[in-house]
């Protein structure tokens, strides 16, 4: 398995109910993000990590808790979701940071397909 | 904070036919613009960058320019194939801001057999 892969590619979840995403990346990089992505809307950034601290929070509703356990794994927890949520769930990672001259590549997951009944 | 304006949301143009992008931002201190390409159901993929040193980029059919005093860059694909249809975003990035891109909200680029 190479780059960066997403589990589940599909979820369909109740308001009520609570479920994860799991990112994990085979590159070696420092940096890990959370993207959303809605239909003809800019890709939001959700949260950023960095040697498996949070740096960016962007003020993402509570109802979305990440975790980075290490810095090849990502995941984000869900938990009394509305539908608006409904939205293609975006894992990133890079090198590192993107200051310092380095290129700052961002290397996405195929994504996951969140529907929230 | 910084603010890209992306435009057209959608473009179509003949095989063979030159399409071109164009982005505005806000915050003149921003000093990389990446492009990313997602084709239909796949990921978004890095295709050219560009720093604030540099005025235009070439890479084979694909080029990127920036024009830092008014604060836009573009991203010029000359002879397309329908292969090149995708959605492109550009971005900037503010040094300073935590590995934080600002995304455009991205062009649908059909290419018309």
């Known amino acids: 398995e190479t780059g960066v892969t997403q589990t589940p590619r599909h979820l369909v979840m109740g308001m009520t109910n609570k479920k994860s995403l799991k990112c994990e990346q085979h590159?070696?990089?420092?940096?890990m993000y959370w993207y959303k992505q809605s239909a003809k809307k800019p890709l939001e950034l959700m949260f950023v990590?960095?040697?498996?601290?949070?740096?960016e929070n962007n003020s993402v509703p509570s109802r979305f808790s990440p975790e980075c356990p290490n810095s090849s794994h990502l995941f984000l927890h869900l938990h009394t979701l509305q539908p608006e949520d409904s939205a293609l769930y975006l894992c990133?990672?890079?090198?590192?940071?993107?200051?310092?001259?380095?290129?700052?590549?961002?290397?996405f997951g195929e994504g996951s397909r969140l529907t929230v009944l | 904070g910084e603010n890209v304006e992306q435009h057209p949301s959608t473009l179509s143009v003949q095989e063979g036919d030159s399409a071109v992008i164009k982005c505005t931002y806000s915050?003149?201190?921003?000093?990389?613009f990446p492009w990313y390409k997602q084709e239909l159901g796949k990921r978004p993929q890095l295709i050219i960058d560009?720093?604030?040193?540099?005025g235009e980029k070439k890479d084979q059919r694909i080029a990127v320019t920036l024009n830092k005093t008014a604060k836009h860059f573009s991203l010029h694909i000359t002879e397309t194939q329908p292969e090149d249809s995708a959605v492109y975003f550009c971005?900037?990035?503010?040094?300073?801001?935590?590995?934080?891109?600002?995304f455009g909200s991205g062009t649908q680029l059909t290419v018309l057999p």
């Open positions: 990133a990672s890079s090198q590192d940071s993107l200051a310092g001259g380095n290129t700052g590549e961002l290397f």
């Open positions: 590159l070696g990089h420092n940096a």
């Open positions: 990590y960095s040697l498996e601290e949070r740096v």
């Open positions: 915050d003149s201190a921003s000093n990389y």
């Open positions: 560009i720093r604030s040193n540099v």
């Open positions: 971005a900037a990035f503010l040094s300073g801001s935590a590995r934080q891109l600002t």
